[in-house]
């Protein structure tokens, strides 16, 4: 059965999505929360000035009540000495108005129902003497007057928008009512008397009728209200009197207003910070995944190579190795990085050498067409590697260390070293099979007359032991003369047959034989560490024997080679010149080698001379003749910066 388990970049994609859910979620939360908080301080606010509006109504109603009933009291106490005359009830009724009592006007009316006294005396009001039938609230009277308790009047329009009403009071002496004192209230002037200023600043207060008609207000001005009022029944005034309070508009509290500011522009805030963040993140998620997905193909590429690579801090410490590093050194990364010289894969007998690389790299000193050295396998195999090093810049573009390459060359100098074994094996075989063949041929050519010679001379011999005479060992001593010049021909042509080759000649570049003379000897060079300097100022053409020619180039090109097994590393080099002069072209083969002797220098063209253990003493013979043969000179001088400087001149080929 086949599950399938989600990728890291699947998983990091899904988390980020939960992320955002919830910042939305905590942001709606926010934003609703904030809402709420100010919906919820807008109705606490509401609350509250209704709670105040309430208890200031009901302390107005309770105010109002109060009026009225002390002017009941008040009423009720008019005595016989106040109804005596006109006079005396004027001035209980200027006592009585003298309380802010919100009453207008004070009527005396006697137990028959006749006004007796009034105060002051109003023209369309009730007069004095009037049987009552003028009075509004005749009813209010008369109920009044049976019930012994006060009776308000209903309200009623006095002039243009003004309404009162009316308190009856019956006075009683001695348990009879004797008469009724009859309050007159103007609800303009009753609200103005007993609201205060501080609740008028505050409220539109009205006494509406039953049928919600306003019978008078107090307000400040006309301006436009706000919310909805309070009202109270406004008993025992009765007949559908109310008490009605609007609140003005007032202006919300400083704080509060503060708070709500601060509050949305938190919220404003809170938005543009996660509107930013999120950007932010986007950007960031696009970068990491742009850098996940280079990241991985580096680390595929770097995978995938066979050349070890190891980067070192300017320290020499290494901060980074790659697999094939790791498999060429038989150690693992985290064995490796951290690590100082000397290296844990340094062979333990180039210890020194490869410290003395290390620190020429190290100081930027390292060959820049890179070096080889010998590692250690964690197995205890030595390896040849090839190592190129190059400086490591930094982002900042500050030199950080060195990055070095690896290419493990011990195979190839195994089969270099293998081919060059196996050239030497087949050049020295080359030359004994030659040799062979020229010492059989020599030995064939010369067996004949030298047994002629052998056979004559003996035959001389018996003839003078016999006592012949001279002149019959003539004849045999004649043939004798006569095979050893034969045997001088046999040898002149087998000479001539070496030098006199003239017919496989042919026009060549002599810059192509020294190429091809070189590329014989590569594999020699290379595992020397010997540099070559070429400096071909002309390309001459000679004619001779190309196989030849490259063949004594080769001798003393490896000749060069060889005589520097002794020099330092860095100085070995073989310089090559080749020029034209005056007809001829001029090669020099130059090296830096242990140089030639005086006590051997007269020696060295002769075969077979040698002062080499595995030499022949062949090589400068055969190239001495092969130049000779091409109508050449072959010599040689000390080079002045030490070693042998070889030269061969050739005539040019003709034009
Ligand atoms: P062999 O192959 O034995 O070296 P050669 O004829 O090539 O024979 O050389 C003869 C001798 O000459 C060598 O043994 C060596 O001592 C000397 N010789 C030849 N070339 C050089 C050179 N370039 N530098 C120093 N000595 C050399």
Redesign the pocket.
């Known amino acids: 059965m086949e599950t399938s388990t989600p990728t890291p970049s699947a998983e990091r994609i899904s988390r980020w999505r939960w992320v955002w859910v919830l910042s939305r979620l905590a942001f709606i939360l926010f934003v609703g929360g904030v809402v709420l908080l100010l919906w919820m301080s807008d109705r606490a606010d509401k609350e509250e000035r209704r709670a105040t509006l309430i208890s200031d109504i009901l302390w107005l109603e309770q105010n109002l009540r109060f009026h009225l009933t002390r002017n009941e009291e008040l009423l009720g106490r008019i005595d016989q000495p106040h109804t005596a005359s006109a006079a005396a009830f004027e001035s209980f009724a200027r006592t009585a108005f003298g309380f802010e009592s919100g009453l207008r006007q004070l009527i005396w009316i006697g137990q028959d129902g006749v006004v007796r006294f009034a105060h002051p005396v109003i023209m369309d009001s009730s007069l004095v003497g009037d049987g009552g039938e003028s009075i509004p609230s005749r009813q209010s009277f008369m109920l009044a007057r049976s019930l012994g308790k006060p009776v308000y009047s209903r309200a009623y329009p006095y002039v243009g928008n003004d309404w009162q009403f009316e308190v009856h009071v019956p006075v009683s002496r001695a348990g009879r009512v004797v008469g009724v004192a009859v309050g007159v209230y103007r609800i303009r002037d009753l609200l103005s008397d007993s609201v205060p200023w501080w609740l008028a600043e505050r409220y539109r207060i009205s006494v509406t009728g039953d049928s919600g008609r306003v019978l008078g207000t107090r307000s400040k001005v006309e301006s436009p209200v706000t919310e909805e009022g309070y009202q109270v029944t406004f008993d025992p005034p009765g007949w559908g009197l109310a008490l009605h309070a609007v609140p003005y508009h007032a202006p919300r509290p400083l704080a509060s207003l503060l708070l709500s500011a601060s509050l949305v522009a938190l919220a404003v805030i809170v938005l543009w910070s996660l509107w930013v963040l999120r950007r932010h993140v986007q950007r960031r998620q696009t970068v990491e995944e742009q850098l996940r997905r280079e990241h991985a193909f580096r680390k595929a590429m770097e995978d995938s190579l066979d050349t070890g690579m190891r980067a070192r801090n300017l320290d020499g410490e290494i901060t980074y190795v790659n697999p094939a590093f790791c498999r060429m050194v038989g150690l693992p990364a985290a064995e490796l990085i951290g690590r100082r010289p000397p290296m844990p894969y340094w062979a333990d007998d180039y210890i020194e050498e490869t410290r003395a690389m290390n620190d020429r790299v190290l100081a930027g000193q390292g060959p820049e067409e890179g070096f080889e050295l010998k590692l250690k396998h964690s197995n205890g195999q030595v390896i040849d590697v090839l190592i190129h090093e190059a400086p490591l810049i930094d982002a900042h573009g500050q030199h950080s260390g060195w990055m070095g390459s690896m290419v493990d060359i011990t195979e190839r100098k195994h089969a270099d070293e293998r081919a060059r074994q196996q050239q030497e094996r087949l050049q020295s075989t080359a030359r004994l099979v030659a040799m062979g063949e020229m010492a059989s041929s020599i030995a064939h050519e010369l067996n004949q007359p030298l047994a002629a010679i052998s056979s004559y001379c003996t035959g001389a011999a018996n003839l003078l032991r016999s006592d012949s005479s001279a002149a019959a060992v003539l004849p045999a001593l004649d043939k004798a003369v006569e095979q050893a010049r034969r045997a001088g021909q046999v040898i002149r042509r087998i000479y001539s047959l070496s030098r006199h080759s003239e017919d496989r000649f042919e026009s060549l570049r002599l810059a192509e034989r020294i190429d091809a003379a070189l590329a014989l000897l590569e594999g020699d060079i290379r595992q020397k560490g010997i540099r070559v300097v070429l400096d071909f100022q002309a390309q001459p053409q000679v004619e001779g024997d190309p196989v030849l020619l490259e063949q004594a180039l080769f001798?003393?090109l490896r000749?060069?080679a060889?005589?520097m097994r002794d020099t330092a590393p860095e100085q070995r080099q073989i310089a090559i010149a080749l020029a034209c002069a005056e007809g001829y072209a001029l090669l020099k083969i130059a090296?830096h080698?242990?140089?030639?002797g005086t006590d051997?220098a007269d020696k060295?063209?002769d075969p077979l001379?040698?002062?080499?253990a595995e030499?022949?003493?062949?090589?400068?013979?055969i190239c001495r003749s092969v130049v000779e043969n091409h109508r050449g000179r072959l010599s040689?001088e000390a080079n002045p910066e030490g070693?042998?400087v070889?030269h061969i001149l050739l005539p040019l080929a003709p034009q």
Do not use: Y
């Open positions: 001798n003393l000749n060069a060889e005589s090296d080698g242990c140089g030639i051997v060295l063209f001379f040698t002062t080499k030499g022949m003493g062949m090589g400068l013979a040689f070693g042998t070889f």
